[in-house]
Structure formats: structure tokens, C-alpha cells
């Protein structure tokens, strides 16, 4: 009889773990056991800082680099300066949530695609 909970990820051997903080314990734990860092909504400068020292790391255990994630604290629409910014710190992805309440959630994803260029 099959073992677990069907249907089995698709990823092998697992999905990406990502784990996140910034606090030296959590890095470390992130460097050691994760496939990628899942970091708050530090500015470019910070999260570069913060990359930095993660990859560093990475480095020196002789381990792939760490996928970069970020959760954005938009609540407006797209800006190509911080979206730059956050590229050239390296970030792989942003999760952005580009609208102030639910009601206006289809209408900021909606602007926030358009201005970026997405749909």
C-alpha cells in the first residue's frame, strides 16, 4: 500500500525548501539546510548585504547558490528603480502584493502587470 499523502511533488527529490531571517542563526541554518533564502522587505542595500554574506557562505561549504526570494511591502504599483534595485542586489524573485485591500486586489495585479510590461 502506498505510504504518505498522494499525489508525490513533482520535484525531485523534494520541493525547494526556503527558509528566511536575518538574525545569524537563521542564516546559518538557511545556508545549511535550504535551497533558498525567502527574506522580508528589506531595501536593495540591505538584501545585497544580506545576499552577500548568504552566498558567501554557500561558498565555503562548496554548496550551489541560494535561490533569492523576496516579499515586497508594495502596496503600489510598479517601480522599475526598486524593482532594478532589487535585481542588481540579487534577487531571483519578488512577491509583490501591489494593492492596499482585497477589494483592489484584481485591479493593482492587473495595473501593477501592465506597468511592468506583463500582460
Known sequence: PPSGFEPKPVQQPRPPLLLGGFSTRAMRRCVNQADGWFGGSPSPEQAAKTIAELQRQRVELEKVPLEITLLTGWSQGF???????????????????????????????EGFAAAAGLS
Open 79 to 109: 517601480d522599475p528603480d526598486l524593482t532594478s534595485g532589487y535585481e542588481e542586489a540579487g534577487v531571483d524573485r519578488l512577491v509583490v502584493t501591489p494593492w492596499k485591500s482585497s477589494r483592489e486586489a484584481r485591479a493593482g495585479i
